[in-house]
């Protein structure tokens, strides 16, 4: 628009001077118009001037434009540019924005995976101990048992008072006579059976003294029979004895029952028990 307004006023101005150069044709000779002429050659004059400076602003403004012009340029440029620069950078973060997903969430599997693992360690740790627990219970149970089956064991124990025995009664041994390495023995005296209390391969022997004719008796060991014995088989007074091993473990009962009603004893109705190993 500036450069459009200097050249319609140097156009203006370009007219004029050819106006005042055509009155200048007109003779200076003639007395009125020689100062007119005067007038208008120095109005030329000031015209030239001024349509020079003119053409010098227009040239600057020319110039001005043209470096304006060349700045917008490289405004532009540099304004593509940075556009470019900010869409790839846009891009980049983008793809960083994807890659941190990915790792967050390649972090979180391995939490679970590390948390999963952690518990495996802890629960093999638990079955470890309750391993070590139980070898460590189990060899002082196999100890106490090797220091049970090797001490000493043996009682003897008889009838205290003579009287009829029924079929299937428990003959009582309440008089303990001998004894080394029982414990309860007490409870012998009680009940007249002998209950184990250390395992081992025991020996057995039950001598009954008796009167009846068929008369017979067992040995048994938890109510299973080790053995039978006759004693004899009319009605005069006969001794029988029954001999037996067995494999015991603590809390085994050996009782010995009537397999007949009978007369028995006493003195020399006994039973007798050795730990031999």
């Known amino acids: 628009m500036l450069h459009t307004n200097v050249v319609l006023s140097a156009c203006l101005l370009c007219s004029l001077f050819l106006q005042n150069s055509a009155q200048s044709t007109v003779t200076p000779n003639h007395p009125d118009l020689h100062g007119e002429y005067l007038a208008i050659k120095k109005q030329q004059h000031e015209t030239l001037k001024l349509l020079t400076s003119l053409q010098q602003t227009v040239t600057a403004l020319q110039t001005q434009v043209k470096a304006v012009s060349v700045k917008?340029?490289?405004l532009d440029s540099n304004e593509r540019v940075r556009t470019n620069a900010i869409?790839?950078?846009?891009?980049?973060?983008?793809?960083?924005?994807?890659?941190?997903?990915?790792l967050e969430v390649q972090t979180q599997q391995l939490k679970e995976q590390l948390e999963l693992n952690r518990n495996e360690t802890s629960a093999h740790e638990a079955t470890l101990q309750e391993i070590t627990r139980t070898g460590i219970v189990t060899h002082e149970t196999l100890n106490k048992q090797i220091a049970l089956s090797?001490?000493?064991?043996?009682v003897t124990m008889c009838v205290s008072t003579d009287g009829e025995r029924q079929n299937r009664q428990i003959i009582r041994f309440d008089e303990i006579r001998f004894h080394i390495g029982i414990l309860n023995f007490s409870a012998i005296r009680s009940s007249g059976v002998f209950t184990t209390e250390k395992p081992g391969l025991y020996h057995i022997s039950a001598v009954i003294n008796g009167r009846k004719a068929n008369a017979q008796f067992s040995i048994h060991v938890n109510g299973n029979t080790l053995s039978t014995l006759r004693m004899s088989s009319n009605d005069f007074i006969a001794t029988g004895t029954s001999v037996v091993v067995a494999e015991l473990q603590i809390?085994?009962?050996?009782?010995?029952t009537a397999d007949s009603t009978f007369q028995v004893y006493t003195h020399w109705s006994c039973m007798t028990i050795v730990k031999i190993d």
């Open 72 to 74: 917008t340029f490289i």
């Open 87 to 102: 869409d790839v950078l846009y891009n980049k973060t983008f793809e960083t924005e994807k890659v941190l997903t990915s």
């Open 251 to 256: 809390g085994d009962v050996i009782t010995v």
């Open 150 to 154: 090797q001490e000493r064991v043996a």
